[in-house]
């Protein structure tokens, strides 16, 4: 099988434009692909913060809670109350 002298410049002759197409193809497509990645980024970072915030939220009131479960001062109140109500001797 002999490959004809004429193939050889058509085929270099090729090469360079279909690098062109495919340049024009790829790279408006990869430029794209990278925009929407930013776009996907920014919005999962958006959303993170978001839930970061509403965490630091549920936290702030379980500290209230706790210290309203835990605090002395309402059992220490409610004595002094009872103390008060107490005849004295």
């Known amino acids: 099988?002999?490959?004809?002298?004429?193939?050889?410049?058509?085929?270099?002759?090729?090469?360079p434009v279909v690098?062109?197409?495919g340049n024009q193809i790829i790279r408006p497509w990869l430029k794209l692909r990278e925009r929407q990645m930013e776009i996907?980024?920014?919005m999962v970072a958006e959303k993170a913060a978001q839930y970061a915030a509403?965490?630091?939220?549920l936290?702030?009131?379980?500290?209230?809670?706790?210290?309203?479960v835990t605090d002395k001062g309402l059992a220490l109140s409610d004595e002094?109350?009872?103390?008060?109500?107490?005849p004295l001797n």
Do not use: D, F, T
């Open 80 to 86: 002094i109350e009872r103390l008060r109500e107490e």
């Open 1 to 15: 099988m002999e490959i004809s002298p004429l193939l050889i410049p058509i085929l270099a002759l090729c090469i």
């Open 59 to 68: 936290e702030q009131r379980v500290r209230v809670l706790e210290r309203i």
């Open 19 to 21: 690098a062109l197409v």
């Open 40 to 42: 996907e980024s920014r």
């Open 54 to 57: 509403h965490s630091e939220r």
